[in-house]
């Protein structure tokens, strides 16, 4: 019985993929012949079964940077590649999508390593940190049997000293995985989607102003209260808006 | 001779047919007149001519005519003589009624040939009755002017007008504007002083040059004649959109007007005069301009009607040497104000602005001529370039769209330009980078993509702590089952070398009791009994076959250490002695008891 429904589930499963694939394959072919307005819709439809890939979010961007939707386009290049960092067409259009944001936001220098380790930990999504953990923790395992059953003491250094280096990856690895992951879930970063946006220095109305951010600007969400964000931007500030001015990616 | 007279001949009769072909027979007359009027009526003609016929003249009284009048003038320019003359035919007219009159083309016979002039329309309005009456009917006139001793003179005598041609009009559509100022005949006009001229805001003017002396003509102004007179002529172009007040025209008039003095009494023989000044103000004149309809992207402000011509001065050129493109663009309207069609060049071509030439006449008929644009541009490199067709576009007030004029495309052929051989300077090969004509983003990805549920990920699912742990658990498995295996093997060693000494100690049993109850003869029997005991089992020789010889050829066979077989032997040999002469042996029963032990194990352990 059990497996009966599961054979159903897959099919259902790979029905449904099938579909998706038909309608991306359709966006495309609007977008190819300059239909930007009908392949968004299509694109949209693909993302509101649940299911996503980056090419979806790419092609989509693309789609709203053609009708002049560069906040659009800019969400949806960024969601691309939360989902794909090390893509480099992903990349170079969201510079170019960014080029058309008004404020620009020195970034803070902050130290090389932390910067190192940031750009590190962003290269690989986090199914390829999990990968990595995985393999390298085999690989582990293997080294450990060598260690213990080998007979000559240079077998024994050499299986040592790569077990301890492949234990260490094993664990960066798999709390990469999770930060990436915990990126993925929590959706920590945002875009700002109203032309203008006031920013507070409080979560209410009566707050004083502290500045005013545009459309198209990466945010982090750093807090939340009632139907108020606490923002950061990239060069330190902070202030609070309304959460409806922005946009998680 | 006679040829000399024939070409006479041929000369004179051209010349002849020269003259007559410049025979001009002209009727004059004026447009307007008042009923009872008097005008005059002249024929002018270049020639002598007689018989001159007249054309029907019934609605007029002739009053006076025909007086003949006569002048020439020589003139020598440069040593060419040229006469002139002119003979005229005045006749004194008085109109009879209102209304328009066609006056037919007169007739007049020169030569024997008959020429006929030009006709003429005259209208006629309704006499006025100090008109009626001539100059006698000044005094009445005069008193009205007396009533108002200021010198200001009646809004119907004297006064300014701007005419337009239109006044709905589109941004950017011609307007002929006329200043005419009207003098009723009565007022006697000695000249202008200050002219405030409008100041046309909204508007981009020309000027249309008209004569400075202002000639006077008659015209009807609602059904009185006026002597009227063209001030300026503008050209107007809105530049807004609305409804544009053109400002009221200004200008002082210096009118004479004749003082009377009743209680003088020369009074009534001589006039007095003074000069009075009149300031007149024209209305003002609202223009409605209206926006262009929903303009196309390439247009770039022409209104009117347009035709283009380009050329381009050559199509075969070496590279490095100047091309020229002319857009030549002709027509009516706001030409002045076109700004240069943009070209598109190939973006290897170096380009400089382009040169405009103005060749624009203003008239009555608006602004018209031509426009000439000349882009002078110098391809760097050989190659075949295109320069796509130009397109020009601009707005049609009278069938209000856009039209557009395109030339043709330029095909230009460019070859490779010589090379300065001779020149001195060291040829430096420039390298170029890559010019970025253009950003945009990158094209979509085509591939197929790989779908999963949102926000789902390999980590942290079930699978990936299962492959930790089945991992860790297929380790575990093989380290225990290793160990396992590697003792096992350990212990093999223990229990043969065990089981050795066993059977050793077994075989010895028996001698073991001897050792115990020292029965040395017994004793020594036992061991050599068991040692050849154990041997014909070890190495499956039967116990009659064995000999010394054989028994250590076969252990070293069985890669026995040669030390181990040299002590069984001297067992062996101690347990003989120990028998048959126990005085030659020395050893004691232990130490032959314990070497045999020794030796079978050994073996044991050895032979498999």
Not at chain 2, 218 to 240: A, C, D, H, M, S
Request: charged share 20%.
């Amino acid at each position: 019985m059990k497996q009966l429904f599961n054979t159903i589930l897959a099919i259902l499963l790979t029905a449904t993929a099938f579909a998706q694939a038909d309608l991306l394959q359709k966006a495309n072919e609007l977008y190819t012949r300059d239909q930007f307005k009908q392949s968004i819709d299509v694109y949209n439809q693909i993302l509101m079964t649940n299911m996503e890939s980056p090419e979806v979010y790419y092609n989509l961007g693309n789609a709203y940077y053609k009708t002049k939707q560069y906040t659009l386009s800019i969400l949806n290049y960024e969601r691309a590649k939360l989902l794909s960092p090390d893509d480099e067409d992903i990349s170079f259009n969201l510079q170019v999508a960014n080029q058309h944001v008004v404020d620009s936001i020195q970034e803070l220098p902050g130290i090389f390593i932390v910067r190192w380790w940031n750009s590190l930990v962003n290269s690989q999504t986090t199914d390829t940190w999990a990968i990595c953990s995985i393999g390298s923790f085999i690989v582990f395992l293997v080294m450990l049997g060598f260690y213990f059953f080998a007979k000559t003491s240079d077998v024994k250094r050499i299986t040592f000293w790569s077990g301890c280096l492949l234990i260490m990856v094993t664990i960066s690895s798999w709390s990469f995985a999770a930060k990436q992951k915990s990126r993925l879930v929590n959706h920590d970063y945002a875009i700002v989607m109203q032309p203008t946006v006031t920013i507070k220095s409080s979560p209410s109305e009566k707050g004083t102003n502290l500045f005013v951010i545009h459309e198209g600007l990466k945010v982090r969400i750093t807090d939340k209260l009632g139907n108020w964000l606490e923002i950061r931007l990239a060069d330190g500030n902070k202030g609070w808006l309304p959460t409806d001015s922005i946009e998680r990616i | 001779m006679i040829i000399k007279l024939k070409a006479l001949i041929v000369l004179m009769f051209v010349g002849f047919l020269a003259m007559a072909d410049n025979v001009q027979f002209t009727m004059e007359g004026p447009d307007v007149i008042a009923a009872g009027e008097q005008f005059r009526l002249s024929f002018t003609l270049t020639e002598n001519g007689s018989d001159l016929q007249l054309p029907d003249l019934s609605n007029f009284d002739v009053l006076m005519g025909p007086s003949t009048s006569q002048s020439s003038s020589i003139q020598i320019i440069n040593g060419k003589t040229t006469q002139t003359s002119s003979f005229s035919y005045i006749f004194i007219l008085r109109a009879k009624k209102e209304g328009k009159f066609t006056i037919r083309p007169a007739s007049i016979k020169i030569n024997g040939k008959t020429y006929e002039s030009n006709s003429l329309n005259i209208q006629v309005v309704k006499g006025q009755p100090q008109m009626a009456a001539g100059q006698s009917a000044q005094p009445g006139n005069q008193q009205q002017q007396d009533e108002t001793p200021t010198g200001i003179i009646s809004k119907d005598n004297l006064f300014v007008h701007i005419a337009v041609d239109k006044t709905n009009v589109f941004k950017g559509e011609q307007i002929l504007a006329t200043v005419k100022l009207y003098i009723s005949q009565n007022v006697p006009l000695n000249g202008f002083d200050e002219v405030k001229l409008p100041s046309y805001e909204g508007f981009w003017t020309k000027e249309i040059n008209i004569p400075t002396q202002v000639s006077f003509t008659r015209e009807v102004y609602n059904g009185k004649i006026y002597q009227v007179g063209t001030l300026k002529k503008t050209i107007l172009f809105p530049q807004q959109i609305g409804a544009i007040r053109i400002d009221p025209f200004e200008i002082t008039c210096l009118v004479r007007q004749r003082v009377r003095k009743q209680q003088g009494f020369f009074d009534d023989f001589f006039d007095n005069y003074r000069v009075v000044k009149a300031k007149v103000v024209s209305d003002p004149v609202i223009i409605n301009v209206k926006n262009l309809p929903n303009q196309p992207a390439n247009y770039s402000g022409a209104v009117g009607n347009f035709s283009l011509l380009g050329t381009i001065d050559k199509s075969n050129v070496k590279s490095n040497e100047a091309v020229t493109l002319k857009l030549n663009i002709s027509g009516s309207g706001n030409l002045t104000l076109i700004n240069p069609p943009k070209i598109e060049l190939p973006t290897d071509f170096e380009s400089y602005e382009p040169k405009t030439t103005d060749k624009t006449i203003a008239s009555n008929n608006g602004l018209s001529g031509s426009v000439a644009f000349e882009y002078l541009f110098i391809p760097r490199f050989a190659g075949n370039f295109t320069i796509p067709a130009v397109q020009f576009v601009f707005f049609n007030p009278s069938s209000h769209q856009f039209e557009t004029r395109s030339t043709e495309p330029f095909n230009i052929r460019v070859e490779k330009g010589k090379d300065d051989g001779g020149s001195a300077v060291v040829n430096s090969y420039s390298k170029e980078d890559v010019r970025m004509i253009g950003k945009d983003i990158r094209f979509i990805k085509q591939n197929k993509a790989k779908f999963k549920p949102s926000g789902s990920s390999f980590y942290g699912t079930f699978e990936f702590y299962m492959i930790y742990i089945l991992s860790l658990i297929g380790f575990a498995v093989f380290y225990i089952l290793n160990r396992k295996k590697i003792k096992e093997s350990a212990n093999i060693a223990l229990i043969r070398n065990k089981r050795a000494n066993k059977v050793a100690l077994k075989r010895l049993k028996e001698a073991s009791v001897f050792l115990k109850s020292n029965q040395a003869e017994k004793f020594y029997e036992a061991v050599i009994k068991a040692l050849w005991g154990y041997l014909s089992d070890k190495l499956s020789i039967p116990v009659a076959d064995l000999s010394r010889q054989k028994t250590s050829s076969s252990l070293l066979e069985k890669e026995i250490e040669p030390e181990v077989v040299t002590e069984l032997m001297k067992i062996i040999d101690d347990c003989e002695f120990a028998r048959y002469a126990p005085a030659a042996f020395s050893g004691t029963m232990k130490e032959v008891y314990d070497g045999a032990a020794r030796v079978m194990g050994i073996f044991e352990k050895q032979i498999k």
